[in-house]
């Protein structure tokens, strides 16, 4: 049987992919071999136009040729980015590890749940994938906990370069469990025909669907926007934690936190979509991180703190319902292309509101950025609601 052997496959290494203490001390290793915060920010620029370039060409090349290479390619350039990092120092090393990280991640983004959609269908549970992907989300949050509880310990007493072999050692126990995965005979139906197919059908197909289907295109966007504004929470509760005096002994701790909170909404998102509509679920999320961000920007105290949890406990229910929603409507040979084109989308949307949030960020501190994300929010909230009336069900 390939289905379910094949999702404790992915469950194992979304796990040790994930667990990286590298990513808890990055900041400090990255100063400590020369990079200033003028090269760190090249690198993410990097990073951000590497991904909107592969993202759509790894989605297409996953559907014609196999999730599982690409999986792989994944794992594999992951291996060779920490085993670079160890002895980087300088700048074009940096540089070249944020462009192999950004392929990477382009790689697996479209080709990882199309694997996980066809493996449950070749066994009769596509109907469950909300409920899979969840638990994936959730394993993928409590590596990332755990790496984020003992990467401060760990790095503390042992240097921070030992933080990064350890991630490597991770890295390359999620590669060689990605080489046991098993293509799905739903990925490999009509193999040959499909290898015939011209990329540039797979653009228009895609660009057709979302034309004629305007709710998959709504509830993509719904992931996109929700999924670029939590960027900034991940990104940035650091500076908002010390502008409010907070020890970096309780950073460690903070960091789990919000990513703790986020499980509930990927374990439960499966049961609330047969309880609620989409349209009611997704606007719901969008208002309260319109109303979130807003309170974090306008009062600047320990209260904001609890705005933020409540960002993250709501922010969990989208991507289960975002990547169900649009993997119920693929046709398998076109799975990992549409996955891509989502991430794609969020990742354009996180730089057209990097730009805008780092401009009001230099005018009125972190306060002033999120307020912007807070704007940004409330403006899709209300197109939103009235777009989506007799569009989603």
Not at 54 to 70: H, L, S, Y
Not at 82 to 97: C, D, G, K, S, Y
Not at 231 to 236: A, L, R, S, W
Request: with cysteine.
């Amino acid at each position: 049987m390939v289905g379910l052997p094949n999702v404790w496959k992915l469950y194992a290494i979304r796990f040790f992919y994930n667990l990286i203490p590298a990513y808890v001390i990055e900041r400090l290793f990255w100063e400590e071999r020369g990079m200033t915060i003028q090269m760190v920010v090249y690198t993410e620029i990097i990073f951000a136009l590497t991904v909107v370039l592969f993202e759509v060409p790894t989605g297409i090349i996953a559907d014609k040729w196999g999730r599982k290479q690409m999986i792989v390619v994944s794992a594999l350039l992951g291996c060779c980015e920490f085993l670079i990092l160890v002895f980087a120092t300088e700048f074009w090393h940096f540089a070249l590890v944020v462009f192999l990280a950004a392929i990477g991640s382009a790689a697996s983004s479209g080709a990882e749940n199309a694997l996980l959609y066809d493996s449950l269908a070749s066994v009769g549970k596509e109907h469950a994938f909300e409920k899979y992907v969840g638990r994936l989300n959730a394993i993928d949050i409590t590596s990332t906990m755990i790496a984020a509880l003992c990467g401060g310990l760990l790095a503390s007493r042992f240097g921070y370069e030992f933080n990064y072999w350890l991630s490597f050692v991770g890295m390359l126990v999620s590669l060689c469990l990605t080489l046991t995965l098993i293509e799905p005979a739903a990925s490999n139906q009509d193999d040959e025909e499909d290898q015939q197919i011209p990329i540039r059908t797979y653009i228009t197909a895609s660009v057709r669907l979302f034309r004629h289907n305007r709710g998959v295109l709504l509830v993509l966007l719904s992931g996109m926007v929700t999924g670029a504004a939590i960027n900034f929470i991940d990104e940035f509760w650091q500076i908002y934690l010390d502008r409010l005096d907070i020890p970096v002994i309780y950073f460690g701790l903070f960091s789990a936190v919000i990513f703790l909170l986020r499980l509930p909404g990927n374990l439960l998102a499966y049961m609330l979509k047969s309880r609620f509509s989409y349209r009611l679920l997704l606007s719901t999320v969008a208002a309260v991180l319109a109303v979130g961000f807003m309170y974090l920007s306008l009062f600047q105290g320990y209260s904001g703190l609890a705005a933020m949890f409540v960002i993250c406990l709501f922010a969990g229910i989208i991507e289960p319902l975002a990547a169900g929603y649009l993997h119920h409507r693929m046709d398998s040979t076109m799975r990992a292309t549409m996955g891509s084109f989502q991430s794609l989308g969020e990742n354009a949307v996180l730089i057209l509101t990097g730009v805008g949030f780092g401009y009001f960020s230099f005018k009125f501190d972190v306060f002033g950025g999120y307020g912007f994300i807070a704007l940004i929010c409330i403006v899709f909230c209300v197109y939103f609601v009235f777009a989506s009336r007799n569009r989603l069900e």
